[in-house]
Every structure is written in C-alpha cells, then in structure tokens.
C-alpha cells in the first residue's frame, strides 16, 4: 500500500507540474470524429449526447476549430441535446470531394455546406449558433432557410454583409483593425500565412481575446485543424471576395444577391457580445433591427473576447437552452 501511495503521489506531482508548465494536453469532450459526404464536401464533424433529443449545430471561426465548443458541447448533451460540431470547408477533417471544386470562401457558400450537412444528416430544424464566421453562417442560414434553422445564437450580433459593403471606407481606427485583411489582399500575404500560419493564429486569438490565458496546449489542438490542404485557399479567397478582389461562384450568385439587401432573422435570437472582444465588431444598437423574431442581447463579462464559447461555456450553452425555449 505505501508503494502504491507513493506512485500516486508521483504521478499526481507530475501532473501538476506538466500542467503548470503547459505540457498536459487538454482533455477531449469528444467521442471519435465522423465523415459524412454533404454537398461538395466530405465533413468531418464531432457528434455527442442524445440521438432522439433536440439537435443543435455548432459552428466556429476562424482561426479556430471545433475545440471553441469543448466545453459547451458536454453542457448541452447534458441537458439532453444532439450535438453535432462540424469543421468548416478548410478546416480539420473536412476535404473537397473534388480536386475541381473552387476552393470558395464566400459566405454564402458556407452556408450551402451547413444545409447540405442538414440534409445528409436528416436533421429538419436544429438550433444553430455559433461566433466569428459561424456565427454570420447561422445568420445567412437563418435569414435564407428559416424553415430549416429553430433559433440562432450569434455572438457579435448580425453579421451578414456584402462585397458592395466590403468597398465602402471606414475611418482609419477601423480601417486598422481590418489590417489582416489587407494582408491577405496581397502575394505576399498569402505567402504569409501559409508559411506561418500557427503563428499568425496565435497572434490573432491573443489581439481577439486579450484577457484570455489560454494554454499552447489548448493552442496547439486547435491550430492542428488550420494544416488542412485546403485552409489557406479558403481563408485567402473569403477575405479577398469580401473586397471585391475574387470572384464568387455563379451558382450562388442568387444567394449573395438576397444577403446584399440585408435580410431580416425572423427566427428567433439571442446575441451575445464579450466584455473584452479585441475584434471588430458593430456595437449591438446597430443591429438589433434585424432581428424581427423574439429577441435578446446579452453583455458577457469578466474579460470575455471574441472566442465567447470557449471562454465563457455556460454562457454561451445558456443562451441556447433559453433561445430552445423561445
């Protein structure tokens, strides 16, 4: 018994110890990962809790991954909910069933992948919810396939925007916490990222989240999903599209039209906004107009950035009980 006290002991010192010094790796909310064939994609997506409950899909940003939800997800299949989390195009797991497909960042497109995902899935009408690029997919699928979306939460409010919108100028304060993007509008931006790609991530989760202490293990789990083959094709393309310096496919030519007029989310909605968010983001008097349905606006404080899900899951999984509830 003194020996196996003692290897105990050991192994809970050490512990301490590796996480002191970052070295644990976090643990995974996770069963193992799934592919499904959607649309023009074979995605990669995590799935938990209950298969006959209520479904929900959670979808990240950039740069992040699924992990965003690693805490939210157990929260909710804890509450009797279908959880599905899937990589974005460019992400993870995910991969083009095509090496002919272009490699498109447009919103709209993201969109068509999250129904096409619906659809392979069988699922008729989830919550969707979500932050950054997620979070203006669950508004454009919102505002384009009410039918198919129960209620969304968005952190940052209303999203949905336009090339001919990403032309108009903004003052220079603004115009400079868009510096990334502008990056990415050159050669050598595009060179950039690709070469140091882990590293320009990390610099945009500490200028989104600067409250936010998170670990290089955590880190290093999320950043695993940006070596996709396809992740710097899509980052480059949705960031220049948004510019008017890429063209868009045809085919959702009709989509973009539509989100151009800036369409009303008639399901309805909870935003929710970090006290510490180092991203642009409008101000919430901005936006609440385009939320016709029944509606609330939520400040998270404590020095919560732009990754709200991952540093604030209750939260975050609150606002999807409550909006379920609506």
Request: contains cysteine; neutral net charge.
């Amino acid at each position: 018994m003194n020996q196996d006290r003692r290897e105990f002991l050991g192994t809970a010192l050490m512990t301490i110890v590796a996480t002191k010094l970052g070295m644990t790796e976090p643990r995974s909310p996770f069963p193992p990962l799934k592919q499904i064939e959607a649309g023009v994609l074979n995605v990669g997506y995590a799935e938990t809790g209950h298969l006959d409950g209520p479904a929900v899909v959670l979808l990240h940003g950039w740069p992040y991954d699924i992990y965003s939800f690693a805490d939210v997800t157990p929260l909710l299949a804890a509450k009797g909910y279908r959880v599905i989390v899937p990589y974005l195009r460019g992400y993870g797991t995910t991969r083009f069933l095509s090496d002919q497909t272009l490699r498109n960042g447009q919103p709209s497109a993201l969109a068509v992948d999250v129904i096409a995902l619906l659809d392979a899935l069988k699922i008729a009408k989830p919550i969707v919810a979500g932050f950054d690029w997620g979070a203006r997919t669950a508004n454009i699928v919102a505002a384009l396939w009410p039918e198919r979306c129960k209620a969304i939460v968005s952190v940052s409010g209303y999203l949905i925007g336009s090339q001919a919108a990403g032309k108009i100028p903004l003052p220079p304060k603004a115009e400079l916490e868009w510096w990334y993007q502008y990056y990415f509008a050159t050669y050598r931006g595009r060179a950039g990222y690709d070469k140091y790609r882990h590293d320009f991530a990390k610099l945009i989760w500490q200028l989104a989240s600067p409250k936010w202490n998170f670990s290089d293990a955590t880190f290093d789990r999320s950043a695993a999903s940006l070596d996709n083959p396809d992740h710097v094709s899509i980052v480059i393309h949705n960031y220049r599209w948004r510019l008017g310096l890429a063209e868009g496919e045809p085919k959702y030519d009709d989509l973009e039209n539509r989100l151009a007029k800036g369409p009303v989310v008639t399901v309805p909605t909870i935003t929710l906004e970090g006290d510490a968010n180092g991203a642009p983001h409008p101000d919430a008097s901005a936006y609440a107009a385009k939320f016709s349905g029944k509606y609330a606006h939520r400040i998270i404080t404590g020095g919560v950035g732009h990754n709200l899900p991952q540093e604030a899951p209750q939260a975050f999984a609150k606002a999807v009980v409550d909006v379920d509830d609506y």
